[in-house]
């Protein structure tokens, strides 16, 4: 059986990897990216904490807050991808920096 210390320690590697790409990139979709490795972040969270909170029990509550997190990531994305391909069809760019200058 895995010890709790090795989900909690992937979980932050992902956490890390993900405000890293937040913070650093520029494109749109890398932006996309980076939040979808927040969101699986918190959902190993969610049912590492679930699973060892009480000994010889699994909390079904962490398990459902996954799966509803998958869902809302999921039409996160979709609504994301959408703007994206607007934005690139009107612009011709995904770099923020760029688009915010475009604002004026």
Known sequence: MIDVTTYLVFAIALYVVGIYCLATKRNMLRLILGIEMLINAANINFITF????????????????????IGLA???SA??????????????????????????
């Open 50 to 69: 679930s699973y060892y909170a009480m000994p010889n029990f699994v909390d079904p509550m962490g398990s459902s807050f996954a799966i509803i997190s």
């Open 79 to 104: 609504v994301a991808i959408a703007i994206i391909v607007v934005a690139y069809r009107e612009y011709g760019t995904l770099d923020v920096d760029e688009l915010r200058r475009l604002k004026g």
């Open 74 to 76: 999921g039409a996160l």
